[in-house]
């Protein structure tokens, strides 16, 4: 059955850092690129990375770029986001996804995990 399983939310201070984990399942890893969506209070489920399996790159979205890193383990299907100098407008639900090509984009997820939620204070 495909399934995303994530971990690593948590309260974090403003500034501080925090990695995300995501255990994803043998029918999912290495079909469809990965990446990670998250959903801030007041607004749309938005992208945040992903990555491409064909070109081997990393694609963030504006607002966290150079400040998140996308991270593959091929060996144990695990897909990490680490995130550092986090802002009060990081705070939200992080979804560890999976998608085709117009994912790797910034489209619509094919699957998503349930969810962990991140809080950074002020």
């Known amino acids: 059955q495909a399934q995303l399983v994530e971990s690593g939310g948590g309260l974090v201070q403003t500034g501080g850092s925090l990695r995300l984990s995501c255990a994803v399942s043998g029918d999912i890893f290495g079909s469809y690129n990965m990446g990670w969506h998250r959903q801030v209070p007041g607004r749309d489920r938005e992208y945040v990375a992903t990555f491409s399996w064909a070109s081997k790159t990393p694609r963030y979205s504006p607002s966290v770029r150079g400040r998140a890193t996308i991270s593959i383990d091929n060996v144990n299907n695990m897909v990490y986001l680490d995130m550092t100098n986090l802002r009060p407008e990081d705070t939200g639900v992080y979804y560890c996804?999976?998608?085709?090509?117009?994912?790797?984009?910034?489209?619509?997820?094919?699957?998503w995990g349930q969810g962990t939620q991140v809080t950074v204070s002020s």
């Open positions: 996804a999976a998608g085709d090509v117009a994912f790797v984009r910034g489209g619509r997820p094919d699957y």
